[in-house]
Each structure stands twice: as structure tokens, then as C-alpha cells.
């Protein structure tokens, strides 16, 4: 049976036993008041015509009197019941319609179809919320993925490309120098290997399939800055690190990806000469977190939100030759979320980036 015919049968079933205890309620209450047998009372004296003599009815005339009309009313109270159980639970269930006719349309694929529920926020309205926001998430996310497939696929085809490229140079011109070729090759090859190791990276971080273990920011952020010191100085950057012990339970090695991620798009996207980037830890009561912050150019409140999207890179920085992959703060966001943390970007006064990550701290050892 459908839950329309059962809530149906609920509610003429519930009304018919009420009215069946009703009925007897009062048959109860009249049986107080009658005698088991029938009264007939003699002539009252009067004038010379006398009154007529008073009769009162036993039980069996009462049974035959009541019964009739009870069984009719509980026939009543039990169509009564069904037509309206059948009106009231077609209303109840009409929410539970919309509903299960947008399910079936995000199953066939659709994921851009609302509920939209109107009416008061009952039981029915915070269920279709709820799915109207799942269908959203679902939408954006699959919109993501879509780009980053199509992202990836652009990424990777291109030093395929070039290798391909420079394979038909050679093959054409045989007295090219072998060594210069080797050399691009290399250098292709390598990127190629880099973009690889980032994509792994990345899909790692969104399984969370990594072991555990009490881990101190702060060390994490030391070996950070030493592995990229050589780079700041080549970029002529200075680098300074303060802040105190942020333990935190996590992956190392991911970690220390995420800071090392973080220090280098700091130092890459600095100013030209003289500029700085400043490594922070603290722990509080809300639990720890890393601050990167640098200098470097203004940044349009628009920009910030496409920054942790996979191979999306500032405007105005994508043919530098440290312009990276496009993937370091995407990894990061990754690496945060797989940690249960937050990545936050905000733009600092004057130019440049903080980058904020913040986790819950590690339980007292």
C-alpha cells in the first residue's frame, strides 16, 4: 500500500475509535439513569379525565432505541474518515511529491533543479532546504571537477606537445646539437613530473588517505623557510619567522606541503626588489594556525576567491618564470580541509597576501 492509503486507513481508523468511544461514553452514562426493566406508571389523580400513565423504558428498549443510530454514525464517522484522511494526507504528502520529483531529476543528472518549498519552515520545509543546498553543493562541485578535468587534461597535454615537438625537430634535422635538445627535453620532462607530483598531491589530500600523528607547526613552518631560503635570496626577499609551539594532529609530509606551498607563492608573487614575507605560528584556546603574509602587488577582492581554484593564477603573473602550475594554493585548501581546518586569503593594506590555516590543536600528550 502507498503512505497515502495508509495514512488514509490511520485516520479513519483513529476517527471511528473515537467516535466508537464517544458512543460508548454516553451509553455508559445513560445506563446510570435507566432501570433494566421497562415502568409504566399508573393514573395521577386529577379532574375527572386523570393524566395519562408515565412510561419509562428499560434497557433493552434503550438498546433498541440507541444502537441503530450509533451504528449509523460510526458508518458516518468512518466514511467521514476516509475522504478526509484520503484530502488531508494528499495535502500532507504533496511536499514529499516535489521532493522525490527532484531527486529523480538529480539522478538523471540535472543538478540545477530546486525545490524551492514554500510555506511555514515545518519539518517538510527544512528537508527540501536542506536538499535545495546539498543540490547546490553538488552543482558547484561537479562544475569544479568538470574544470579541473578539463584543466588537467590542457596542463598535461601541453609538455606532451612540446616533447612531441622538439622529437620532430630532431628527427627532421639530424646535425641539430643533441645536447641543447636534451637539455629542453629535460627541462619539459621535469615539469611535466612536477605537475604529476601536484596532481597526486591534490587528490591524496581530498581522500584523507594519510596516516595521523601529532604534529608541531612551528617546526614545520622552520623546515619550510630553510628548504626556500635559497630562493628568496635569489628573488632578493627577505624572510622572517616568529611565533611559538602549534601542535596539531595531521600528516607531516602534508603539512609541511602546505606551508612549504604557502612560503613559495609568498616569495613568487613578491615585489620585484626588497620585498618580504613574514611566517607566523600561534596557538589559542580556538585551536593553531600558520599566517603567511607578503608583499607585492594590490589584489581585487574578485581575484581572492579564484586564487585556491586549481590552475587559476593571478592576472598579470602567468608568463613569469615562477609562475608555478596554478595548483600550489589549491593544494593548500586541499591540505587544509583534509585537516579539518580553515584557508583564508585576505588582502593586505598596501599590497600583497595573508594566508591564514587554521586547525584544531592537538590533544595534551
Given at each position: 500500500m502507498s503512505v497515502r492509503l495508509k495514512l488514509t486507513f490511520s485516520y479513519a481508523g483513529f476517527l471511528l475509535l473515537a467516535g466508537a468511544a464517544l458512543i460508548a461514553v454516553v451509553w455508559v452514562f445513560l445506563l446510570r439513569y435507566v432501570p433494566a426493566e421497562a415502568i409504566t406508571l399508573g393514573r395521577a389523580p386529577g379532574d375527572g379525565r386523570g393524566q395519562a400513565?408515565?412510561?419509562?423504558?428499560?434497557?433493552?428498549?434503550?438498546?433498541?432505541?440507541?444502537?441503530?443510530?450509533a451504528a449509523l454514525m460510526l458508518a458516518l464517522l468512518l466514511?467521514?474518515?476516509?475522504?478526509?484522511?484520503?484530502?488531508?494526507?494528499?495535502?500532507?504528502?504533496?511536499?514529499?511529491?516535489?521532493i522525490t520529483a527532484?531527486?529523480?531529476?538529480?539522478?538523471?543528472?540535472?543538478?540545477?533543479?530546486?525545490?524551492?518549498?514554500?510555506?511555514?519552515?515545518?519539518?517538510?520545509?527544512?528537508?527540501?532546504?536542506?536538499?535545495?543546498s546539498m543540490l547546490a553543493r553538488l552543482e558547484a562541485q561537479n562544475a569544479e571537477q568538470q574544470r579541473f578535468a578539463a584543466n588537467a587534461s590542457h596542463e598535461l597535454r601541453t609538455p606532451l606537445a612540446i616533447t612531441?615537438?622538439?622529437?620532430?625537430?630532431?628527427?627532421?634535422?639530424?646535425?641539430?646539437?643533441s645536447a641543447e635538445l636534451v637539455e629542453r627535453l629535460h627541462a619539459v620532462n621535469a615539469r611535466a613530473i612536477e605537475l604529476?607530483?601536484?596532481?597526486?598531491?591534490?587528490?591524496?589530500?581530498?581522500?584523507?588517505?594519510?596516516?595521523?600523528?601529532?604534529?608541531?607547526l612551528s617546526l614545520v613552518a622552520e623546515e619550510a623557510v630553510e628548504e626556500l631560503l635559497p630562493l628568496a635570496q635569489k628573488r632578493a626577499v627577505s624572510i622572517e619567522l616568529s611565533g611559538e609551539a602549534a601542535p596539531t594532529t595531521g600528516s607531516q609530509p602534508l603539512l609541511l606541503q602546505l606551508v612549504t606551498n604557502l612560503v613559495h607563492n609568498a616569495i613568487v608573487h613578491n615585489l620585484p626588489h626588497g620585498g618580504t614575507v613574514r611566517v607566523a605560528t600561534a596557538a589559542g584556546a580556538q585551536g593553531v594556525e600558520v599566517t603567511v603574509e607578503n608583499t607585492g602587488e594590490e589584489l581585487a577582492p574578485e581575484l581572492l576567491a579564484t586564487l585556491t581554484e586549481p590552475f587559476r593564477r593571478g592576472t598579470e603573473r602567468i608568463h613569469t618564470d615562477q609562475a608555478g602550475l596554478?595548483?600550489?594554493?589549491?593544494?593548500?585548501?586541499?591540505?587544509?580541509g583534509a585537516h579539518d581546518?580553515?584557508?583564508?586569503?585576505a588582502a593586505r593594506p598596501g599590497g600583497g597576501l595573508r594566508a591564514t590555516a587554521r586547525f584544531p590543536a592537538a590533544p595534551a600528550p
Open positions: 400513565g408515565l412510561f419509562i423504558p428499560g434497557r433493552s428498549d434503550l438498546w433498541n432505541a440507541f444502537a441503530p443510530k466514511v467521514v474518515g476516509l475522504v478526509g484522511g484520503w484530502i488531508l494526507a494528499g495535502r500532507m504528502l504533496a511536499p514529499l511529491r516535489r527532484a531527486t529523480r531529476a538529480a539522478g538523471r543528472g540535472d543538478l540545477s533543479h530546486r525545490i524551492e518549498l514554500e510555506g511555514r519552515r515545518d519539518e517538510f520545509r527544512e528537508l527540501a532546504d536542506s536538499f535545495d612531441q615537438t622538439l622529437l620532430e625537430v630532431a628527427r627532421n634535422d639530424p646535425d641539430r646539437d604529476t607530483e601536484a596532481l597526486l598531491t591534490l587528490s591524496r589530500a581530498d581522500q584523507r588517505s594519510f596516516n595521523r600523528e601529532r604534529v608541531d596554478g595548483l600550489g594554493l589549491a593544494i593548500a585548501k586541499s591540505i587544509v581546518g580553515t584557508l583564508t586569503l
